[in-house]
């Protein structure tokens, strides 16, 4: 398949103009000016020409649960929905991201190994959806963030045994509630921590061995120093909550860079809303925090948190990144926390997130320039994964 557009979007803020893209089967095997991929290809004729838009690499969202609705109150459907009514759900969610552009997504945490269902089924080519990383049951502590999900664990043996299990099941990341939530109202405060620095350790240790990352999720300062100590691999929302408020810490912060550990803030599309639910202040010091870890060399990836509270499935990830423009960090940089660096924090580097001969075919085509503006990221015109064509859809919110 030979695909052609004003632009091609190969590395870091690079266009190869007029370009094109040649696919065969699920893989990549030539990119570069349409003449010469042309003649690769032994025709002229494009089977995909757009003519004014971009083909970049599909849009990687690392950090979603599949299994709940995003709606205001997500755990009310969750918690009276069956098993294969909760799978259905997830497959209309799947196919609405892969509308929206996603076509790759890490889910960290979900209920009786539906994910892993889904995921097969995606495989297979029954369900449209994006390829999928699975973290399976997510390990907590008794009564801890998203105990509902069936993770609680007490001391090393059992925290290396439901690893154990997970890897066995198929998962592609280990994760690790290492603080509380707020979606958990009977558990740890988000400032609280979970775990001794013990239990920590051998998770990571018992997932590195099975050849496993692992991601935290840490909103306190005391649970991000923690899970840095105990050498996970990517550490979500990294709010660095304190009883009081806020209080980054510089040494950690420092080892975050040097260990090249991955921070995913997981912003909702809706980040403009924040000052409502916690005011000008604490906003002011959230949004500043992101610009310092960006400042410093953190490792930035993307994701929504989509499912919880108020993020839904749909455009969330293109929404999303809007936030990074806001707090100053170039377009260029903002679409590859979106593609190639989440990719390579995933351990997709050799197969996703670029546009290069060998790697998967996981393109996404949009209107317009993006680096000119994220905007264009929303002009969809198609989304090809494993090289096969999706024909977006409406929303289930445009259905309704």
Avoid at 196 to 216: F, I, M, N
Avoid at 221 to 246: K, L, R, S
Wanted: glycine share 14%.
């Amino acid at each position: 398949m030979l695909i052609t557009a004003d632009r091609v979007l190969t590395g870091s803020g690079t266009y190869v103009e007029d370009g094109a893209v040649l696919i065969d089967g699920a893989l990549i095997t030539a990119v570069g000016p349409r003449a010469q991929v042309a003649e690769l290809s032994g025709t002229q004729r494009a089977d995909l020409a757009f003519p004014g838009a971009t083909v970049m690499p599909g849009l990687i969202d690392a950090h979603v649960h599949l299994v709940f609705d995003g709606g205001t109150e997500p755990l009310a459907t969750f918690y009276d929905s069956s098993d294969e009514n909760l799978l259905g759900d997830m497959r209309r969610r799947a196919e609405e991201l892969l509308s929206s552009g996603v076509t790759t997504v890490r889910d960290l945490g979900d209920r009786n190994g539906l994910t892993l269902r889904l995921r097969e089924e995606i495989n297979r080519g029954v369900t449209a959806g994006p390829r999928i990383v699975s973290a399976g049951t997510p390990l907590t502590t008794p009564g801890g963030h998203c105990h509902f999900l069936g993770g609680e664990v007490s001391g090393q043996a059992a925290i290396r045994d439901l690893v154990r299990r997970n890897v066995a099941a198929g998962a592609g990341v280990i994760k690790v509630m290492a603080s509380g939530g707020g979606l958990t109202k009977d558990g740890p405060k988000s400032w609280q921590s979970q775990f001794t620095a013990d239990e920590l350790r051998a998770l990571v240790e018992e997932a590195h061995q099975a050849g496993v990352p692992v991601a935290a999720h840490a909103h306190s300062a005391d649970g991000i120093a923690a899970v840095v100590a105990a050498g996970v691999d990517t550490i979500e929302h990294c709010t660095w909550m304190t009883e009081d408020g806020f209080g980054l810490h510089q040494d950690v912060l420092k080892e975050i860079v040097e260990r090249r550990i991955a921070v995913c803030p997981a912003v909702s599309p809706h980040w403009q809303m924040v000052a409502r639910h916690f005011g000008d202040e604490r906003t002011r010091i959230l949004f500043g925090q992101v610009r310092q870890m960006a400042e410093a060399g953190v490792r930035l990836i993307a994701g929504t948190d989509a499912g919880v509270q108020r993020t839904g499935f749909h455009g969330s990830l293109a929404g999303a990144l809007g936030f990074y423009a806001h707090v100053g960090m170039p377009t260029d940089r903002v679409i590859d926390m979106a593609t190639a660096d989440a990719a390579d924090a995933l351990g997709l580097g050799g197969s996703a997130g670029r546009i290069a001969p060998g790697l998967r075919a996981d393109l996404l085509v949009v209107g317009g320039d993006p680096l000119a503006d994220l905007g264009a990221l929303t002009e969809i015109h198609a989304v090809i994964t494993a090289g096969r064509v999706h024909e977006p859809g409406p929303s289930a919110e445009q259905k309704r």
